[in-house]
């Protein structure tokens, strides 16, 4: 059990099933262990079992080999809880409070620790999963939020995706341990956490690509025998080995170009250049199952703002990533919000330990001059990439975080890098209290879904969220808002936005039913309606087949551990599996 767990649980799950298998005797008669340990054993460990599809043992059974306190019990677990408590004790001040392991997680150990930290918060955390990858693995969420499971009104919603490129790992692994650092500072009283959470709803997708993280994994773990000749360790990964999905799409190129259709209409103003449908012959090609997943992901919440972690070089990339012209590889090419955005990159690079300095000689000296950032096209052009979709067809607003040069570290920069970048992804994550907030009403008090907020002079307009509440990210100063609704009235504010605000200002808005006049231009150019049109054809589905689907054949296979207990001699044993 401790090697296919991977050391969770041990050595509680040991002791609790030998105080089942050789309970104590009192006056001739057998005393059982405690029900109450069985049950937060189970509520604390379940998730280990379910990470690696292995059933709950059956002489765990917390009904039929345990007694209640009434009945008289011992608990297994005193004699192991007294020491832990004494070693807590002998901590002194200056340590960590927050203990964290810095090593690598396989894809089964990263489900466990997410399932784990989340049985650690249940009042603050929700895990789900938003679809399967190409071969079948989980791309798995952890949310975090003092009412997690659902929107609350006026909650601003952020994202952080790491490992979209699956060689690409310090941003998977950065992930991990911020959604342990949450829920341990969180429950120890850090009220700089505790009001992130409190006043943030935050979705962490550690791992957007775990069949591309394996095959890098594996490179690196065969680079590194000791037998094998010219071995360099984590080096010999490069820059290919697992980049891809197992289907060998670039998840990075595979998104709606969007970005050319805002360049074709972007001077005509029939047209919209925000919330861009996407166009029906994207859907005629290659669709890889991460890309669809956190499609579906992206236009179900209303994400606010987003980052994305990737590797390679030392600087944060903003949109657009994709040239405005397309013979010129390397051309300045700014969005509407472009001195918002470029605030977020300054963020982000700013708050970390090295991005932002001038020193010529560090990985990414080429980006010392603008102290760390750059728009992408100015990088290097390439279109159908995440943060251009975030930014074209949401009201979400995404940058690219290239976290150093070398894209799967050795395990002794783990805890280095953490150091460098917890600071920036804690500040990244309050910027998103930044600008204005509110509500679209009617005249009734009820919520307008699908309001239109815009600002003079930023030809990018945003939507109200299923309940009419909004979120407008914005720099200090004067603005003009308007916000309407089709068949409502047209309401404009003045809002200055001082300095010194540390927080999004409240700006309500009440629209008046009016009658709805017909447009010509409904009828000759795409409306937002055209928006709700997600794989009209079913394409996706059709072309899928049955090797993401639920109940499939490689369901019904046996798990992967099966063959752990024919390579010891032992016979395996029927009762851990699940459908037993």
Partial sequence: ?????????????????????????????????????CD?????????????????????????????????????????????KLEMSSLSAEEPS?????????????????????????????????????????????????????????????????????????????LVYLAQYLCSEYILGNQRIQTIINTTRIHILASMNPDGYEL???EVEDNSDPELANQEGH????????????????????????????????????????????????????VAPETYAVMKW??????????????GDLVVSYPFDFSRHPQEERMFSPTPDELVIKQLARTYA???????????????????????TTNGALWYSFAGGMSDFNYLHTNCLEITVELGCDKFPSEAALYPEWKRNKEALLSYMESVHRGIKGVVQDVDGKGIKGAIISVRGVRKDITAAEDGDYWRLLNPGTHILTATAKGYSRVTKRVHLPHNMNKAGRVDFILAKVPIEPDIDDHLFP?????????????????????????????????????????SGISPPQWLLRSV
């Avoid at 189970?42 to 009434?70: K, Q, T, V």
């Avoid at 003092?146 to 952080?160: A, C, F, M, S, T």
């Avoid at 992206?298 to 590797?311: A, D, E, T």
């Avoid at 499939?552 to 551990?561: A, D, T």
């Fill in 1 to 37: 059990m401790h090697g296919l767990l991977n050391g969770e649980c041990s050595p509680e799950i040991r002791l609790v099933g030998c105080s089942v298998l050789a309970s104590p005797c009192q006056d001739d008669k057998m005393i059982k262990p405690c029900r109450s340990t």
């Fill in 40 to 84: 937060a054993l189970r509520r604390d460990c379940g998730h280990a079992f379910e990470a690696i599809e292995m059933a709950w043992p059956y002489f765990l059974d917390c009904d039929r080999f345990f007694a209640s306190n009434e009945e008289g019990c011992f608990d297994p677990l005193a004699g192991l809880k007294a020491r832990q």
């Fill in 98 to 174: 927050t203990i964290l392991q810095f090593t690598y997680t396989s894809n089964a150990q990263m489900y466990s620790l997410l399932k784990r930290t989340a049985a650690k918060c249940p009042q603050i955390t929700h895990v789900y999963s938003i679809g399967r990858s190409t071969e079948g693995r989980d791309l798995l969420v952890i949310e975090f939020s003092d009412n997690p499971g659902k929107h609350e009104l006026l909650e601003p919603e952020i994202k952080l995706v790491g490992n979209m490129h699956g060689n690409e790992v310090l941003g998977r692994q950065l």
């Fill in 216 to 218: 890098a994994a594996s």
């Fill in 235 to 286: 080096l010999l990964n490069g820059w290919t080995n697992g980049r891809t999905n197992a289907q060998n799409i670039d998840l990075n190129r595979n998104f709606p170009d969007l970005t050319s259709i805002f360049y074709r209409n972007r001077r005509s103003r029939h047209y919209r250049i925000d919330h861009i449908p996407i166009p029906d012959n994207y859907w005629f090609g290659k």
């Fill in 298 to 311: 992206i236009r179900s919440l209303p994400f606010v703002q987003s980052l994305s972690l990737h590797g």
């Fill in 350 to 372: 700013d708050a970390h330990a090295t991005m932002s300095n001038n020193d010529t000689e560090r990985c990414g000296a080429s980006f010392y001059q603008t102290r760390g």
């Fill in 527 to 567: 409306s937002v309606d055209t928006w709700d049109r997600f794989d009209p054809y079913n394409q996706f589905e059709r072309d899928s087949g049955a090797d993401v689907r639920d109940g499939g054949i490689e369901r019904e296979e046996k798990p992967w551990w099966w063959n752990y207990f024919y390579q």
